[in-house]
């Protein structure tokens, strides 16, 4: 800033209008036909007014992060202060698991799959004098795509172009499907790519503030839910920091394996109004009890998984999914150290795992 001020103050003003219309031109990509899209304008996830893609201008090179960057929001956890941020909430020296068990019978989006199966049951032995056995399991699954998932940045994308061709499919940062699509796993943004998440967490229990057991779907959850939330948990007067884990309960989770069609049917969630709020103050996280964390359906039939393509594609904002959070709420935690490291499987769209609390 010091010496762009100083430059402003040497520059006669001819001089200085051409240079920082050089500098734009430079730092900007060109642009797209910016009327291809123009029937999506005023659509809640469109930002900008050029319409070159279905989520208006186009979201790369990341501001923050960078042209070459494929770790997005996990970045914050490279940051001391962010760290230690989250280090401060550990006062009483508690943990608690608050992702759900893998099991056969877990609720699975779609097509997928879950089978676990012990090869010979012990799978070897016996050797030496001692009789040593062993077990080895073979799992067949979409090993970051079941149970409590995580999103990495490979998992979203957008197609952009009429063709449906793979160059016209974007991710975050720009990279394109025909770029970092493989049958073998993704060239870029798979999950070995992020940083480990040691971030303060913050659970927002919307089900509680609307004396409800759960939420029902496609109820989204707004502002002024999230505004009650905080109220009611004594937090009227918190606000949101980079970084932060952003948890939303809305109950959804007591139909988990109890009625697995109902918790398949849909899901509350966040709709675009808390989305920005959350891109805004640049958090680390966002997950919820829910399968999507959305709100699905969502009031605009046009928009499906927009919350996805927005923090995600967009913002590089990673995403945990079907998370365990009643326990946590009856204990009435509501500040938490979040501590969560994806699996770092190569070329991988997410990661399983069991994120912690600690209080």
Not at 21 to 38: H, K, N, Q, V, Y
Not at 116 to 126: D, E, S
Not at 269 to 294: F, K, N, Q, S
Not at 300 to 326: A, M, W, Y
Request: aromatic share 8%; proline share 5%; charged share 20%.
């Amino acid at each position: 800033m010091v010496a762009v001020t100083n430059l402003e103050v040497a520059m006669p003003l001819p001089t200085l209008v051409c240079f920082a219309l050089g500098s734009a031109l430079l730092a900007t990509p060109a642009l797209a036909d910016c009327e291809a899209f123009r029937h999506l304008e005023g659509k809640a996830w469109v930002d900008g007014d050029c319409m070159e893609t279905p989520l208006g201008v186009r979201w790369w090179p990341n501001t923050l992060w960078g042209a070459d960057d494929q770790a997005g929001s996990t970045n914050w956890y490279t940051k001391p202060e962010v760290v230690q941020r989250a280090l401060a909430q550990v006062k009483q020296g508690r943990a608690l698991k608050i992702g759900q068990v893998y099991s056969s019978d877990m609720p699975l989006f779609g097509d997928r799959g879950f089978l676990l199966r012990i090869p010979g049951a012990p799978t070897g032995g016996a050797m030496g004098k001692n009789g040593m056995v062993w077990n080895d399991e073979f799992l067949a699954t979409e090993i970051s795509q079941v149970g409590t998932q995580f999103d990495g940045l490979g998992h979203i994308g957008v197609q952009i172009g009429s063709d449906g061709g793979k160059a016209e499919i974007r991710y975050y940062n720009g990279h394109s499907a025909q770029e970092i699509v493989t049958a073998y796993g993704l060239e870029k943004l798979g999950s070995e790519r992020l940083h480990p998440i040691v971030a303060r967490g913050v659970l927002i229990d919307v089900a509680a503030a609307r004396g409800v057991s759960s939420m029902e779907a496609g109820e989204v959850i707004s502002l002024k839910d999230v505004r009650a939330a905080l109220g009611k948990q004594g937090m009227a007067d918190f606000a949101l920091q980079p970084g932060d884990a952003v948890l939303f309960r809305t109950g959804w989770e007591e139909h988990w394996i109890r009625d697995n069609a109902k918790y398949n049917s849909g899901s509350p969630g966040i709709g675009m109004e808390v989305a920005r709020w959350l891109a805004e103050a640049r958090v680390g996280v966002t997950g919820a009890d829910t399968w999507p964390v959305d709100a699905v359906p969502d009031p605009d039939p046009d928009c499906v998984f927009c919350v996805h393509t927005f923090l995600q594609t967009r913002h590089g904002i990673v995403n945990q999914e079907n998370l365990k959070l009643s326990e946590l709420a009856g204990q009435g935690v509501y500040q938490f150290a979040y501590f969560y490291s994806p699996v770092p499987i190569q070329g991988a769209t997410g990661s399983i795992g069991a994120p912690v609390a600690v209080w």
